[in-house]
Structure formats: structure tokens, C-alpha cells
């Protein structure tokens, strides 16, 4: 996907704080980030969200939890907690079409509400 960012970092085109890679994944450091830890893991196979998952996708988003727990360990937020999100979908808070998962910790998280201020009523 000669447009997609994530693909654009997998290819090199673009540089990236690498973490973890492998011949299937790809684990960087947020360049926003929302806690003191902040990683994207990305596979490096092009799949828009998890709604276009299909197959043998499932093995690899398996195999991505693996890389998650491995990620977490690497960055010393395995004992005290992680937080491993995948937004999908617009409603869901995607931004970037390249299936992708955040690892955050470093800190305690707050709860999640699933519904923004803005929305509460």
C-alpha cells in the first residue's frame, strides 16, 4: 500500500524509533505519546483494521499478543501493567488504515469509559 503510513515506516521510506523487528512485525515508539511508555506494534503484512482480518490473519494477530508481552517485558511495564489497544474503524478511533495495536504503561492508567465528554449526556 504505497500510501499507507505504517507501510511507508516498515519500508524505511519513513524512520521510526524500532523497539522489536522480525521478519512480521514491527514495534516503534509513538511519536505522540499518551503515557510514559507509549509503542505502536504494526505487522509489516498490510491489513487495513480488524475488520478486514481474515484467515490466517488471526494466527499473526495472535502472534502479535506474543510480541506485546516480549515488547512489554523489553520496556520494564510487564510487572506493574500494560495497556494494549486497538482502535478500529472511525467510531473506534483509528487514524492510520494499517492494522495496529498501542502498548502503554509506565504509569497508572486511568479507566476507560468507552464514550468522550463530549458525548456523555
Not at 63 to 82: F, N, P, R, S
Not at 104 to 117: D, F, H, P, R, V
Request: hydrophobic share 40%; aromatic share 6%; with cysteine.
Amino acid at each position: 500500500m504505497e500510501n499507507c503510513l505504517f507501510c511507508k515506516i516498515v519500508n524505511g521510506v519513513i524512520p521510526s524509533s524500532k523497539i522489536y523487528e522480525d521478519d512480521e512485525f514491527l514495534v516503534f515508539h509513538d511519536i505522540q505519546p499518551a503515557a510514559p511508555v507509549h509503542a505502536v506494534m504494526i505487522p509489516k503484512k498490510h491489513i487495513a483494521s480488524m475488520n478486514e482480518a481474515q484467515g490466517d490473519d488471526f494466527v499473526l494477530i495472535g502472534k502479535l499478543h506474543q510480541v506485546a508481552q516480549t515488547t512489554a517485558e523489553q520496556l520494564g511495564i510487564a510487572e506493574t501493567g500494560y495497556r494494549l489497544i486497538n482502535n478500529c474503524g472511525p467510531d473506534g478511533g483509528q487514524t492510520v488504515f494499517h492494522l495496529h495495536f498501542h502498548l502503554l504503561g509506565g504509569a497508572k492508567l486511568g479507566a476507560l469509559t468507552g464514550i468522550s465528554a463530549s458525548h456523555a449526556e
